[in-house]
């Protein structure tokens, strides 16, 4: 039987089999960040294995809480940049070049095809777009991999959710991916890789891609995962120039991490994108989604744009289209947070900026920090946002508060109206 | 090896993420025993009291999809510095399960029907397990009632709990 593309990567990076399905893979890159870091540190240190595999491998960014909001932030930020210091790791990112991780790494070329990545974070998944293995761990399997350049797991085993024919106008890769996951429940890819495919898939922007794969974990996902195409090679091209001597000659490489036809996978699930709606999440579950026609009218506090599922230089661009000539509602917040230094100097550089600010946003530095309620737009109990984000998570973006996801355009409208709403981009077809 | 016996605390819900199990706002900690104070305290669970109902328990019975969400680590290690060791539930989410094992921790899986009967005969009442590991049998028992029954736990996972967690393990290996 043929293989899917997490099976190649897998056969192609194995170190070790040591029991029944558990493989250890070697790793091309660990990206760290200051908030589940620093503890890995001190323990390397405290069992005075202060040491990295190989510094060029390890990627490392403050981007949760940046700037630091008080001492405790402070610390874990000046952790992590002194170990990067001492342990020679030269792609660290501070305070004006820092960004939300997701976003800032493969904007930089750090994800490749083919590759392994792990990172204390569970939306790692999203690097999966590249056509990479990409998966979150927690602070010990962050550690090993650190200091030994390894990571084991269960040998994967894939979901393949086929897209196809067009997504309906006002309709995105976000309103897929919340159906994708309505469908599948909170642990239905469980130990499990999502396969994306499709040829909605195939016109998709990286960005796009980003947006889907991110969320593979909000289904239980290890990671999500897109076949490497043109579009990838386009996007990497100019950290790969020097490799290849054409696109092509990139892309046939490349292609050694694309799915056999004949590969197994335990479900396969095609949806046909022309019956996706704009669509937000009720509850305090990810897989609790409804059509946004069915939710109009339920007013919001704040409306925040961001993250690393829609926090890219499309999303705004969108968002804004949205925005351009209205305000944000009397009474409501709206807070948009560029995802990297890139998107915001390229937001200003097309106006974007201005047009969210004359709309009546708060446009923040590159970070987190509201995504998971700890700074820069924290809700107060009883609140309501309309987020971009990928977790409703009861008190997610602060205790007793409600977030609802949903895609950029729909925020931005939302924002408009001071209640749920579908963008005039999927009213009127103007896209 | 760590001690996985003790009072059961009984946690009646799927899905329980670890949002719920240690909130972000606390993630600013860089040790675990600064943990200890907020374990569970978001989780939204009718008749749960965490500081009446966690002291007392060094065992937790859950339901599905237990430790969903965040990979956070610190969700396991809220659990550890409050003496729970173990956690027991129809499936959990990837990380987390990883996670517990990684620290030498144990995240044991039982049948959907096992856990419902154990939901229906000791939830409410004062209940101990007693776990042999050797055995691969969890003893519980109430003033009323006791139940043996045998857990799985897979060599890769029982390797991780013998070493107290993986870097011990991957450091004398790779
Ligand atoms: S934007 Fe939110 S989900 Fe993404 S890495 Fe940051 S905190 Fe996590």
Redesign the interface.
């Known amino acids: 039987m043929g293989k899917t593309i997490a099976e190649k990567i897998f056969d192609s990076h194995k ?2 089999n ?3 399905d ?1 493989h ?1 893979i070697r790793l091309d890159a660990v990206f760290c960040h200051e ?2 870091t ?2 890995a540190i ?2 390397l240190v405290a ?1 005075g ?1 202060d040491r990295v595999f190989d510094p060029t491998k390890i990627k490392a960014v403050i981007d ?2 940046t700037p630091a909001k ?1 001492s ?2 402070a ?2 930020g000046k ?1 992590l940049r002194e170990w990067a210091q001492r342990n020679n790791i030269v792609d660290f990112f501070d305070i004006g070049q820092n960004g939300v991780c997701h976003a800032i790494f493969p904007e930089k070329g750090f994800v490749r095809p083919g590759y392994t990545v792990i990172m ?3 939306h ?1 998944c999203t690097h999966g777009a590249f056509g990479a293995f990409a998966a ?6 962050l ?2 991999g650190i ?2 350049g ?1 990571c ?1 797991f269960h040998y994967p085993e894939s979901i393949k959710i086929e897209i196809t024919g067009e997504l309906p106008q006002g309709v995105y890769a976000k309103d897929a991916i919340l159906a994708v996951i309505s469908r599948l429940g ?2 239905g890819a ?2 499990k890789v999502i396969e994306f495919t499709g040829n909605v898939i195939d016109k998709m922007s990286m960005e796009a891609r980003m947006t889907l794969c991110n969320m593979a974990v909000e289904a ?1 996902g ?1 990671s999500g995962i897109c076949a490497p195409d043109m579009v990838t090679v386009d996007y990497l091209w100019e950290f790969i120039k020097d490799e290849f001597a054409s696109k092509d000659e990139a892309l046939k490489s490349y292609q050694a991490f694309t799915a056999d036809p004949d590969a197994g996978y335990t479900e396969v699930i095609t949806i046909d994108a022309s019956t996706l709606v704009p669509v937000a999440t009720y509850g ?2 990810p897989d609790q989604v409804k059509p946004i026609s069915e939710m109009t009218g339920e007013k919001v506090d704040q409306v925040y744009i961001g993250s690393c599922t829609n926090g890219r230089i499309e999303d705004l661009r969108i968002a804004a289209k949205v925005l351009a000539g209205n305000n944000v509602k009397a009474g409501v917040r709206g807070i948009v947070s560029p995802a990297s230094p890139k998107i915001y100097s390229q937001a200003l550089e097309e106006g974007i900026i201005k047009t969210f600010m004359d709309a009546g946003f708060c446009v923040t530095n590159p970070t987190c920090g509201a995504c ?3 700074s820069n737009g924290v809700l107060a109990e009883g609140e309501v946002c309309a987020s971009t984000t990928n ?1 409703n ?4 973006m602060g ?1 007793g508060g409600t977030v609802h996801l949903m895609s950029p355009a729909s925020a931005a409208a939302t924002a408009i109206n001071g209640y749920i709403s579908n963008s005039n981009l999927y009213v009127t077809g103007d896209k | 090896m760590k001690d996985f016996n003790g009072k059961v605390l009984f946690l009646d819900r799927s ?1 329980i ?1 670890t ?2 199990i240690i ?3 606390y ?6 025993e600064a943990l200890q104070p907020f374990l569970l305290e ?1 989780l ?1 669970l009718d008749g749960f009291d965490p500081a009446r109902d966690i002291q007392k328990s060094s065992v937790v019975i859950s339901r ?2 237990f430790g ?6 610190h969700a ?1 290690w809220a659990f550890e510095v409050n003496d729970i060791n173990i956690v027991i539930a129809e ?5 987390f399960k ?2 517990m094992f ?2 030498g921790m144990m995240a044991v899986e039982l049948e959907p029907k096992d856990i419902a009967r154990l939901f229906a005969k000791f939830a409410g009442q004062e209940t101990t397990l007693t776990t042999d590991l050797a055995k691969k049998t969890l003893h519980f028992s109430s003033e009323k009632d006791e139940e043996t029954i045998s857990f799985t736990l ?3 996972d029982q ?1 991780l709990v013998e070493a107290d ?3 011990g393990y ?2 004398a ?2």
């Open positions: 170190v070790d040591p029991f029944g558990i250890v908030i589940t620093p503890v001190n323990d069992r294995m949760h809480v008080d405790k932030t610390m874990q952790i204390g974070d569970s790692t979150g761990v927690g602070t010990t399997d550690e090993v200091l030994k390894v084991a909170v642990s469980t130990n239980g290890t305090f579950k998971l309620g700890m977790r998570f009861n008190g997610r205790k | 899905d993420n949002d719920e909130p972000a706002r993630l600013t900690e860089i040790t675990k978001d939204s599905a999809n969903c969400g965040s990979s956070r680590e396991p499936s959990y989410a990837r990380i990883q996670n990684n620290c897979s060599e890769f390797a967690g993986w870097v991957a450091d290996k790779y």
